[in-house]
């Protein structure tokens, strides 16, 4: 168990460009889940996947973002035309739903993304 | 919808001292609890959850929580404060323990030598 790990650590772009964040879950976790923090405020939901369903979007997730997770596996998160608004630290976070049973989510180290 | 109330962005404590973070949930069902610990720089670590089973609930680090459903609250308690402590704490919420999280605002925790 090697945790979730999230990459990069850190993206600086200007506004207007395009950016991808990768995230790797715990080995065999079905379930995968994007926030969004920004400063002092607690993270918001924004998308998850089980398998490599997405499930649910939250309204927050603008047509500008996208998120994939090809084969169960790993998951990226795509913001196109990335804007100042969009600065924030996002946060991954996997679990092993069992049928009957309730996940818990392990968290990645996050990305933040500073948006000039 | 669900929601959490941490009552204090700010608390200071007492290096040895009891640690008392504040946490008030809105459900219309019976809610799954949780509290997360964030250090700089890093991600979310849970100390414990609540899942109905009990509700003295006990977590890593010697924290514990108690569920009380006549208050809707879920405070967060340790008995004596290390300056390890020192992190930004979430309570945060589910419906069903088995899908998205709603996260309070954080306090942060300050030990005070």
């Known amino acids: 168990d090697t945790g979730v790990s999230q990459n990069p650590r850190h993206k600086i772009t200007k506004r207007g460009q395009n950016v991808t964040f990768r995230c790797d879950p715990i080995?065999?976790?079905?379930?995968l889940y994007w926030y969004r923090q920004t400063l002092g405020q607690g993270p918001e939901f924004l998308t998850y996947?089980?398998?490599?369903?997405?499930?649910?979007k939250s309204r927050l997730l603008s047509d500008r973002f996208s998120a994939e997770r090809p084969k169960g596996s790993f998951s990226t998160l795509e913001i196109q035309r990335t804007e100042q608004g969009d600065s924030a630290m996002y946060l991954c976070a996997s679990s092993l739903l069992v049928w009957g049973g309730q996940d818990t989510q392990y968290f990645g180290p996050g990305t933040r993304l500073t948006v000039l | 919808a669900q929601s959490v109330t941490q009552l204090g962005s700010h608390v200071s404590v007492s290096e040895g001292a009891l640690v008392l973070l504040r946490c008030n949930y809105s459900?219309?069902?019976?809610?799954?609890l949780f509290w997360y610990v964030q250090y700089p720089n890093q991600g979310l670590q849970l100390l414990l959850k609540?899942?109905?089973?009990?509700?003295l609930v006990k977590g890593i680090n010697g924290f514990e929580a108690e569920f009380k459903k006549s208050e809707t609250s879920f405070h967060l308690t340790k008995p004596s404060a290390h300056m390890s402590d020192a992190a930004e704490y979430f309570c945060?919420?589910?419906?069903?323990?088995?899908?998205?999280?709603?996260f309070g605002t954080g306090t942060r925790l300050t030990i005070i030598p």
């Open positions: 945060a919420v589910s419906v069903s323990g088995n899908e998205k999280l709603t």
């Open positions: 459900s219309s069902v019976p809610p799954y």
């Open positions: 609540y899942t109905s089973a009990a509700t």
């Open positions: 996947f089980q398998n490599e369903a997405q499930l649910e």
């Open positions: 080995s065999e976790h079905n379930r």
